[in-house]
């Protein structure tokens, strides 16, 4: 049983927003810096590499959510953007499973996405999550904070944050990994994990209505 994108909320809307403010800014500061010559300006100068992101950020929420949005079942009910009360942050996508939930943040990056771990027996363990040469552990900070905040809601439901990395550079094979609890995977890998997750007693319909009532579409 399929859920209508007004009741699921729309993937990538707040960012798709975003970028459409930005870019509206940055075409009226064109204009007006080049006088007559606005028009051309605009058609002619790059967008700034800043706001250029925020379009980029909201392609790979939507490609993503519309995956997600395939697997609705009574099984798999799945909500967009959603805004954590309190904040201007929001969650990209909640899946919820019988088996729990899974909080997804969803990454359009260039590169590979792998574990690095430093560290081991005569000085502390540390984990860093890698894309390409760049170190985007922090990803991995505000996933947690993400779970953590759904986490305070569900009480002891399971929830499970990920990391979906859209079109990165997966490996042929694998290339899956968890780093402190939370999943990165690519979408394709992601959908078989939740779509395997029938095991449990978790009410699917009457959960989604009790995160979608806090977690408001942003």
């Known amino acids: 049983m399929a859920e209508s994108s007004t009741e699921s909320g729309v993937a990538g809307a707040s960012a798709r927003r975003e970028y459409e403010r930005r870019k509206a800014k940055d075409e009226e500061e064109t204009r007006a810096k080049w006088g007559q010559f606005g028009g051309l300006a605009v058609a002619l100068v790059d967008e700034?590499?800043?706001?250029?992101?925020?379009?980029?950020g909201a392609i790979g929420e939507e490609r993503l959510g519309a995956r997600l949005d395939a697997l609705a079942t009574d099984d798999v009910a799945v909500l967009h953007d959603r805004r954590i009360p309190g904040?201007?942050?929001?969650?990209?996508?909640?899946?919820?499973?019988?088996?729990?939930?899974?909080?997804?943040?969803?990454?359009?990056?260039?590169g590979r996405p792998e574990l690095k771990i430093e560290g081991g027996i005569l000085r502390p363990r540390v984990e860093k999550l890698l894309v390409g040469r760049r170190d985007c552990t922090k990803l991995v900070d505000g996933a947690i904070k993400q779970v953590d905040v759904v986490r305070d809601l569900v009480g002891d439901v399971?929830?499970?944050?990920?990391?979906?990395?859209?079109?990165?550079?997966?490996?042929?094979?694998?290339?899956?990994?968890?780093?402190?609890?939370?999943?990165v995977l690519r979408p394709k890998r992601l959908a078989k994990v939740l779509v395997e997750e029938t095991a449990g007693a978790v009410d699917v319909a009457a959960m989604r209505e009790s995160i979608a009532s806090r977690f408001k579409s942003a």
């Open 48 to 56: 700034r590499q800043s706001t250029k992101a925020w379009d980029r």
């Open 87 to 110: 904040s201007k942050a929001n969650i990209d996508h909640i899946a919820i499973t019988r088996s729990g939930i899974w909080v997804i943040d969803a990454k359009r990056y260039k």
């Open 158 to 183: 399971p929830v499970t944050g990920a990391l979906c990395f859209i079109e990165a550079d997966w490996p042929l094979l694998g290339g899956a990994f968890s780093t402190r609890g939370v999943h």
